[in-house]
């Protein structure tokens, strides 16, 4: 993706599309924007606007006097610190007007705003201040203010609305490659430039967008070349993984390739007998798909004792009566003197959709995954595990084998 993005929100930054893609009419639409109330109505419309992904504000003032439009008290990241923000956006007016624009971070020493003379009938740039965020370890809160000046009461719109970070062009790794390559005095002078900064430097980030991204992934994918090692050990460090053969770093898209190591397809959640989804939100379906990732225990790695009771575990992080799961799993082969059948059993109590003495079709499904070939696996639930001779799981005092 681009390193410069829009840090407002898709309301707030007139986007015609939500956060899930679909589109939201001028009817519904809902703005943090808001103007001085009995100098201007201010509404969001589709029938002006520069592009359209976008929708447009318009101000109908009902004097001559200065209006201000605000979007007040708006939350930042914490990461956000010590990063230097700017604000733009596109004005139109039927009138020659004034406008001046503040960004201001609350709770900071009133910065000085922005000032600009436009003339009518087109869509011109706004610009804001430059703010540098305090980084003191906690998120902060943003405001913005444009007042409009001697607009003679005509109609103002405004589309366009941007928050950026103000020197993100430069996480492009091009833009610091090719400054390596050209006169000092090309970035002073771009350096100089103010309204926006960096012109030349930010036409290089646009022009080189896609290779940049195709770059970052690649180092994303391949951090460091194995001679770069100083050590073995280097290589287990979290800052040398890998986002698509990392297990916890891959990113979802490349689920499915790195799978395909594990020799199965990945499994990314379980239906219930209710109809319901087992894992029920993203990080525990998350961390089931990194467990089949990183054991291979439903593919290449199945058929052990330890991939059976992992198999079962996986669905046994649920409790009926709300008390923290043991996780418990008992392994009994040879069950009835056969040698080709085993007998898993998990605690009633952490088996979600299985009474006492019943089998969990969840539980068996996992169980069958992970099962050595040519075995056929029972499963049922107890109310509480009992001394068993012969069982490796059950036969068991501490670490000594009974029976």
């Not at 607009?151 to 103000?166: K, M």
């Not at 022009?207 to 391949?222: I, Q, W």
Request: proline share 5%; with cysteine.
């Amino acid at each position: 993706m681009a390193t410069t993005v829009n840090l407002l929100s898709y309301n707030n930054a007139l986007m015609r599309r939500n956060d899930s893609g679909q589109i939201v009419g001028v009817a519904d639409y809902v703005t943090n924007w808001t103007t001085d109330s009995g100098l201007a109505s201010i509404s969001v419309v589709s029938d002006t606007y520069l592009v359209d992904t976008r929708y447009s504000l318009r101000i109908n003032p009902s004097t001559s006097a200065p209006i201000t439009l605000t979007l007040l008290v708006q939350p930042l990241k914490v990461f956000d610190g010590n990063r230097v923000l700017s604000f733009n956006c596109k004005l139109k007016a039927n009138s020659t007007c004034d406008v001046s624009t503040r960004l201001q971070i609350e709770g900071t020493t009133q910065e000085a705003p922005h000032n600009q003379e436009f003339s009518s009938g087109q869509f011109n740039a706004v610009q804001s201040n430059r703010v540098l965020v305090p980084n003191d370890g906690f998120a902060k809160d943003y405001s913005i203010y444009i007042t409009i000046s001697n607009h003679g009461g005509s109609t103002i719109y405004l589309t366009n609305f941007h928050l950026i970070h103000d020197m993100a062009f430069y996480e492009n790794p091009f833009v610091p490659q090719m400054r390596g390559y050209m006169p000092d005095f090309y970035w002073e002078y771009d350096s100089d430039e103010e309204y926006p900064t960096y012109p030349f430097h930010r036409l290089v980030d646009v022009l080189s967008s896609a290779a940049g991204d195709s770059r970052l992934l690649y180092n994303s994918f391949f951090p460091f070349e194995t001679p770069e090692f100083v050590t073995p050990e280097d290589q287990t460090g979290y800052w040398a993984k890998s986002t698509l053969t990392s297990p916890h770093l891959v990113r979802d898209e490349y689920i499915p390739w790195l799978s395909q190591f594990t020799g199965v397809r990945i499994q990314r959640n379980a239906m219930l007998p209710d109809g319901t989804l087992y894992f029920q939100n993203p990080s525990l379906e998350r961390d089931y798909v990194e467990w089949q990732l990183r054991t291979g225990h439903y593919g290449r790695n199945s058929g052990t004792r330890q991939a059976i009771i992992e198999a079962a575990q996986q669905f046994l992080i649920r409790t009926k009566d709300g008390t923290q799961s043991t996780k418990s799993v008992g392994v009994t082969t040879n069950y009835l003197g056969d040698p080709f059948v085993i007998l898993v059993q998990t605690l009633e109590n952490e088996t979600i959709d299985a009474g006492n003495g019943e089998s969990s079709p969840t539980v068996l499904a996992s169980l069958n995954l992970a099962k050595p070939i040519g075995y056929k696996i029972l499963h049922e639930t107890v109310d509480e595990f009992e001394f068993t001779l012969d069982s490796l799981t059950l036969g068991r005092l501490d670490e000594f084998r009974w029976g």
